[in-house]
């Protein structure tokens, strides 16, 4: 425990200014202890005192079905029946990466590891494997796991999300070193905050000025602001793609992909050395097809959209300003737009920690920091938007 405190006090020291760990946000909302989750069905948790709660958070993303989803259930249990882990390829495996593939614009090759830290972190190692150059462009407030580079300023350069001038300065500064930027193309650990018009566009031109690559970290967005991605929505194509959570199917598999060329610098073709024990899990690939194909069906998607705009607009208020991509939002506590995280700081933080108190004392799980989203999933319907919104206003209105 020493030993943990410690090492989380020296982590604090250089967490450039994003709120990102679940920990730490109960911290921010002076929520005391957190409740212990028993079991999770559809939209509903339920805590170890037999108290439900409509869920909002749903494990930060992943469960686009909602919780134990039963074909999701009855995959990975079959899966298990046959052994856990083999360290050697499976069918699944590939079929999953031609599932990705399919589904995401720009990814022609995939590669399966077991967490978005690690999918991050190793197409930060390509990039610079494959440029042969060491700096990369961030942007403050976007999250993309907890290895150095992305975490601290080590060989980093930091702009504010959606400046492109500020990008473009760096770029024309560090251009001939810069190996990539790497950016949440709809940023999600600020809060959502939605690309401004021109911003991907003016990113993707730059990379292609100077040579380094672009890299969209869709952890979040990944199968969730759209089938292929934020990449698809908005038509923008990076280089490289960092996915994780709903590419898992809610278990623990995440994955990079993208050029063929740049793809092939890793190992064991190329000299970029990348491997993971558990990478390409069995029950993990079960979980993840049993998701992703279903994902084929564009109504999944509309319902999503229909949803989460019901929710956006019961949760409108003169105080607050809700910002929403499909089925991720963040109700800010502050009348104005989020553009960056600047604004995002600039929300009534104490007042967002009364809100949360407030919804959870109603049965209604949202996340415990103004910097993080709200994820709809196709198991939240009108009841629940109902009693959010209900318990919403009642605290607006107070
Ligand atoms: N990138 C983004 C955009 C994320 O939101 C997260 C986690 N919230 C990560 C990377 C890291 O993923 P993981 O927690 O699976 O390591």
Not at 282 to 311: F, H, K, N, S, W
Request: net charge negative.
């Amino acid at each position: 425990m020493a030993i943990a405190t410690s090492l989380w006090r020296r982590a604090r020291a250089v967490i450039p200014g994003g709120v990102n760990s679940p920990v730490r946000a109960w911290g921010t909302v002076g929520a005391g202890e957190p409740f212990f989750v028993r079991r999770g069905e559809g939209a509903y948790l339920e805590d170890t005192d037999g108290k439900r709660y409509v869920d909002w958070v749903q494990s930060w993303g992943p469960l686009i079905f909602g919780h134990s989803d039963p074909e999701v259930v009855e995959a990975v249990q079959e899966a298990a029946a046959d052994g856990t882990t083999f360290g050697a390829p499976t069918e699944r495996e590939v079929e999953l990466a031609e599932e990705i593939c399919a589904a995401v614009p720009s990814v022609e090759k995939v590669r399966l590891v077991s967490s978005g830290t690690e999918a991050a972190m190793s197409a930060v190692r390509l990039a610079r494997g494959f440029t042969g150059r060491g700096w990369i462009l961030k942007f403050a407030g976007c999250y993309h796991g907890h290895a150095d580079t992305l975490l601290t300023d080590t060989d980093a350069v930091v702009c504010q999300f959606n400046d492109a001038d500020a990008v473009s300065a760096a770029v024309e500064r560090q251009g001939e070193e810069l190996a990539g930027i790497i950016v949440e193309p709809v940023a999600g650990n600020m809060g959502v905050v939605p690309p401004a018009p021109g911003f991907l566009e003016a990113l993707r031109d730059l990379c292609d000025a100077s040579g380094a690559l672009l890299v969209f970290d869709e952890v979040i967005t990944g199968f969730r602001v759209a089938r292929g991605g934020a990449q698809e929505r908005y038509g923008i194509r990076p280089d490289l793609t960092v996915l994780g959570k709903i590419a898992g199917g809610g278990l623990p598999l995440a994955a990079f992909g993208g050029r063929g060329e740049v793809m092939d610098e890793l190992a064991p073709e190329g000299p970029v050395y990348q491997a993971g024990t558990l990478s390409g899990n069995p029950l993990a690939t079960a979980a993840a097809l049993a998701v992703l194909r279903r994902l084929r069906d564009p109504d999944i998607y509309r319902q999503l959209e229909e949803t989460g705009a019901a929710l956006e607009a019961g949760l409108r208020h003169e105080d607050v300003t809700a910002q929403r991509v499909g089925s991720m939002l963040t109700v800010f506590f502050r009348s104005a737009p989020v553009r960056n995280v600047e604004d995002a700081r600039a929300s009534d933080l104490d007042r967002y920690g009364a809100f949360f108190r407030h919804l959870l004392a109603h049965g209604v799980y949202v996340a415990p920091s103004q910097f993080e989203a709200l994820f709809v999933s196709t198991a939240h319907g009108p009841s629940e938007v109902e009693r959010t919104v209900e318990a919403t206003q009642e605290f607006l209105a107070g």
